[in-house]
């Protein structure tokens, strides 16, 4: 970016960078006004595997993290101290106080809030008469795209195959977010998974601020609403009929 | 003739000293990158419970508003991307806003990649020098 924030106070690395120079450059956007920042990387097993040996080495460090990231570029580097301030390794062994440490646990080290159900209804009553026009709706868009894209195999250019849709319309009834569609069935594309939410956006007319997630991806919305349905008015229940 | 370089290590190093045939015994200020205000923490979680490590901001977000510390999220794809502020603007709800209206600029999160229009660009760009945040 070349462009300096001198109070960054948080870096969350999602997923560990690919090498250990990307690492320090992500970290080291965070306080540069000279204050205590913190460097959180937060990843799981997957997501490390394109990472350089050094980047493994860092986030399986048994030890001090602040050594492990930087001993590839300084090799006298050693812990800090005051150790609270180190890294949540050196943490537990901070006696600042003479035997112990003062310091709490920051609000990312607690242990994560079970998260208690999703929130605000995640599933939505449907009908039979709803799955059938939402097959149809989709079917319209899979025949769409078959168009635009000149695909010679039915999906084989887009991903949109009528297994899908048989996927999408059986379980329509909790299907909320972009990260829904993504993790729960075979889409490969952003774009494709926005397809689908303006879909069922449009039939069922209760994804919570679905235009502006899309305005954040910079799409246009492919239909507008004319109106908004307020969560609030909605019951939901599970979905009760036979599939 | 002097060569700055900034974190490089021992094979950086090598390579430039080779590819500006510097003798082996060139002098060498070295300084290192270690960021004494910098403090780690690696947390390794299982797949289907990272976004719920978001909570502390979203928690933090929801109290503080524009107020709150400024964060970056640094992801790796477009999919992390779009699962991570999908998930952050769906905990968030009306949170996401500084205020009633739901335009662009009164969004807590937003999006930086090299593909972002240059004008949400600036937008961001000016968001983060001023109060903003992401």
Not at chain 1, 10 to 34: F, K, M, T
């Amino acid at each position: 970016m070349g462009v300096n924030f001198p109070d960054i106070r948080n870096i969350i690395i999602w997923g560990a960078a690919r090498s250990i120079l990307d690492l320090h450059q992500e970290a080291g956007r965070a306080g540069r006004d000279g204050l205590q920042s913190h460097v959180i990387v937060l990843y799981h097993g997957q997501q490390i595997g394109p990472s350089e040996q050094e980047v493994k080495e860092f986030v399986r460090s048994q030890g001090c993290l602040r050594v492990a990231a930087y001993k590839s570029l300084d090799s006298t580097i050693v812990p800090l101290d005051p150790l609270h301030d180190c890294c949540t390794y050196c943490t537990a062994f901070c006696n600042c106080d003479g035997t112990s440490c003062g310091v709490c646990a920051l609000p990312f080290e607690s242990e994560t809030a079970k998260v208690t159900e999703k929130p605000e209804g995640h599933t939505r009553n449907v009908t039979v008469k709803d799955r059938q026009d939402l097959r149809s709706a989709l079917e319209e868009v899979f025949e769409e795209m078959k168009l635009q894209s000149l695909a010679i195999d039915e999906s084989a250019s887009h991903g949109f195959s009528t297994q899908l849709i048989d996927d999408v319309v059986k379980n329509c009834d909790g299907i909320f977010t972009i990260e829904d569609v993504l993790t729960n069935f075979p889409v490969f594309s952003v774009g494709n998974a926005i397809r689908i939410l303006e879909v069922i956006q449009e039939l069922f007319l209760d994804i919570p601020s679905l235009e502006d997630t899309l305005a954040l991806f910079n799409v246009e919305s492919h239909f507008s609403y004319d109106t908004w349905v307020n969560l609030e008015d909605i019951t939901f229940s599970d979905s009760d009929d036979d599939y | 003739m002097a060569a700055l370089t900034g974190t490089a290590d021992d094979n950086t190093q090598k390579n430039i000293r080779e590819a500006l045939n510097m003798k082996h015994d060139t002098l060498t200020v070295y300084v290192s990158p270690n960021c004494k205000n910098l403090r780690f923490s690696v947390k390794k979680v299982k797949k289907n419970e990272q976004l719920d490590e978001l909570q502390w901001l979203v928690d933090i977000l929801k109290e503080k508003g524009k107020d709150a510390p400024k964060t970056m999220i640094f992801c790796n794809t477009m999919n992390e991307i779009a699962s991570v502020i999908n998930h952050l603007l769906f905990k968030l709800g009306v949170h996401a806003y500084d205020q009633k209206t739901k335009a662009p600029e009164n969004c807590l999160l937003s999006i930086y990649h090299s593909n972002t229009w240059q004008a949400s660009k600036d937008r961001i760009l000016a968001s983060l020098k001023g109060n903003g945040l992401k």
